[in-house]
């Protein structure tokens, strides 16, 4: 599943047929856009742009949320900054119920995936199909970094961290 969607091309579509972008297009794009120039050294000033993305766009949360997820969960290399990013944002802003945001989201992605990750993968089989079905166990680990670069910031609790490495155990035994 697709948490977030991509919004470049219909921002460009409507900027070359002269429409008027929304206001909520140009949030999620300007999101987008400062996550990805995110990195360890312009950590503190680029979450502060987004800090005021957020606080200057509350209507919108839930999504800016989704779009800071699913960068955690494919972006590996910056999950941990992500997971920081989150708790700032939760720091900052206690009252938005922001750590029961994230573990829906984060209950989301693990039972959504956790059905294609049990299979059992047939090595004789097609090799498109044996791709795929590395790319949603990658996919799965992946995931499970950013969860547990959220459980070291305390933005999800140990019980959902226990889960899925219970799973990623499992799916050793289901692997060729």
Do not use: H
Not at 40 to 58: A, L, V
Not at 63 to 69: A, N
């Amino acid at each position: 599943m697709k948490y977030v969607i991509s919004t470049s091309e219909k921002w460009r579509n409507e900027r070359e047929s002269g429409e008027q972008v929304s206001l909520e297009l140009q949030v999620y794009n300007n999101l987008q856009y400062n996550l990805n120039k995110i990195s360890d050294k312009n950590f503190k000033p680029i979450s502060e742009i987004i800090m005021t993305i957020f606080s200057n766009n509350y209507e919108f949360e839930d999504k800016l949320f989704e779009i800071i997820f699913e960068k955690g969960i494919s972006e590996k290399i910056y999950s941990s900054l992500y997971g920081k990013l989150i708790y700032d944002i939760e720091t900052k802003y206690p009252d938005k119920k922001i750590r029961i945001k994230i573990k829906s989201l984060c209950d989301l992605f693990y039972n959504t995936n956790i059905n294609t990750i049990s299979k059992k993968i047939d090595i004789s089989g097609n090799y498109d199909d044996l791709c795929e079905a590395f790319k949603e166990r990658e996919k799965f680990v992946n995931g499970f970094n950013f969860i547990s670069s959220l459980f070291n910031y305390s933005i999800v609790e140990y019980q959902l961290i226990k889960e899925f490495y219970n799973q990623l155990i499992s799916n050793i035994e289901n692997s060729p």
